[in-house]
């Protein structure tokens, strides 16, 4: 009998946070795949002690592209699909609702949201904006699709509509601070790419119709201040100043330092 859920976790050298994510899957009725990139560590071996099953493509573009192609090409035969990144987790709470959910639904429910709880150094930022985050992660197979955004892509449904679940997900990146840098690093290139494409994302309101606007280099420092003392970011501890001070002032510095490169 196929599995209620089909899940989908992309990985490339995610020995240190996939067993998280594998592991808090286990209480639903699910298929795992595990989509890889072209690790060169121990991901292979840990999707197959959890009992997942360990697919390689190595023709990747981004994120959407590589979901994408695990919805077209991966041999899905449950009602849902569940996507998830390396790095994040289900709490308990959320596997249990999870399956409540989906043997219950009105058959125009076609998509849940899940709210995100963002973890930086051992410590849930909940403030700067950072929490709750609404992000569609589970859709009925056929129903749903990666936007072919370069980043902050979302899933989106062709029919339908999509309720909120009431508990969360987590996303945990338990890697070196080095690797989280030179991930973010990479991140700045891509993403200034596709501000200049014009491909802001939806979620980021404030830039779309307002930060864009503002000169390069002053607009992360408005930015950090906004998130950091107007949004109540001091209230995350010093894990909370380190992660709003990186991914608020610095990630942003390096953005616009590329837009400018590339203009």
């Not at 590589?66 to 990144?85: C, I, S, T, Y």
């Not at 150094?121 to 909940?126: A, L, S």
């Not at 830039?207 to 001091?234: E, N, Q, T």
């Amino acid at each position: 009998m196929a599995s209620k859920i089909d899940t989908v976790i992309l990985t490339k050298d995610e020995e240190v946070n996939l067993p998280h994510a594998l592991e808090s899957v286990k209480p639903l009725d699910a298929k795992v795949w595990v989509v890889d990139s072209g690790s060169t560590d121990n991901t292979e071996k840990i999707t197959r002690l959890h009992g997942a099953e360990f697919v390689s493509h190595t023709d990747y573009q981004n994120q959407a592209q590589q979901f994408n192609w695990a919805l077209d090409h991966l041999p899905l035969k449950g009602e849902w699909v569940l996507r998830l990144d390396a790095d994040e987790w289900l709490t308990p709470e959320l596997a249990k609702e999870i399956m409540q959910k989906i043997t219950s639904i009105q058959s125009g429910v076609n998509g849940f949201y899940m709210k995100r709880r963002m973890y930086f150094m051992g410590r849930w930022i909940c403030h700067g904006g950072y929490y709750p985050t609404w992000i569609l992660r589970l859709f009925r197979r056929g129903k749903g699709r990666s936007e072919e955004r370069e980043m902050d892509e979302h899933v989106v449904l062709s029919e339908g509509c999509a309720e909120r679940l009431k508990n969360d997900f987590a996303d945990e990146n338990r890697k070196s601070l080095p690797e989280w840098l030179a991930k973010h690093r990479d991140y700045a290139v891509r993403e200034a790419r596709a501000a200049l494409r014009g491909h802001i994302s939806d979620t980021r309101k404030l830039k779309k119709s307002f930060y864009y606007f503002l000169p390069p280099f002053v607009r992360p420092v408005l930015f950090f201040i906004y998130r950091y003392f107007f949004r109540l970011g001091f209230l995350d501890g010093i894990a909370g100043l380190k992660f709003h001070f990186l991914q608020g002032l610095w990630y942003r510095w390096l953005v616009d330092r590329e837009i400018v490169k590339r203009r």
